[in-house]
């Protein structure tokens, strides 16, 4: 992995969630090489499914939902999450992962993502509890409004862009990444494939909440009605400290 401008020893300042590294590439070691990502930010959990689904937990609901390791038209590894929403019922399918509580600020989150079939949306939600509040950002992939969409702070959907149609065969992998501020209670910004949205200003749900500290969260898969509807889901990245 090689990065514009900067030799492979560059002298990387301490940050709160890593270690100083001097050697870049051992960082591309320890992260796989990966091609394509925003490498805005400090990676805090990295995963291409190379373990399977064991570091997730998984929920289905309604008739034929699944959730499964795919070894077909995969992203950068020899596995991906294959995401079946049921037909009636909820007509979901859910990934949902926790990890480590991290120093408050901007946090972000980016999968890349395959249609395999016009669902009705996709949703990612975070759970964040800092001991005194509970932060919800949520953003919605939605085929149906075939739209963008940001959850505010009375639990609205708002629009943020349109969208056109996604599906193809053979799949292709679009990279969706959006940023908050725990902080503050804001959105940054979401990026979709080449395209990205200026979200700041845009605020998300938080209420008091005494619970102990938990970075959690879900990504759910909404399908229609008499039908299994399918996504493939090719990599997944947290990162900390975003500019």
Sequence with gaps: MTIPDLPDNYPWLPGSERFPLGDLGEHAVRLGSPMRFDRRGEVLWYDIFEYGLAPYRTVVNGAGSSVKLSTANTFMSAGAALLTAGSDGLKAAELQKSIQPAVLGRWGFELAIAFLSDWDYLDIIFSIRDGTTLSIPHIRLSLTDAE??????????????????????????????????????????????????????????????????QFYCLMRLGGRSGENDTAQIGHVIFTANEP
Aim: proline residues 5%.
């Design 148 to 213: 963008l969409q940001y959850r505010d702070e009375n639990f609205a959907y708002q629009e943020i862009a349109t969208i056109g149609s996604m599906t193809t065969t053979p799949p292709t992998y679009r990279l969706l990444k959006f940023v908050f501020d725990v902080l503050t209670g804001e959105y940054a910004y979401l990026r979709f494939g080449p395209d990205e949205y200026d979200l700041e200003g845009k605020s998300f749900k938080q209420s008091a909440s005494a619970t102990a500290a």
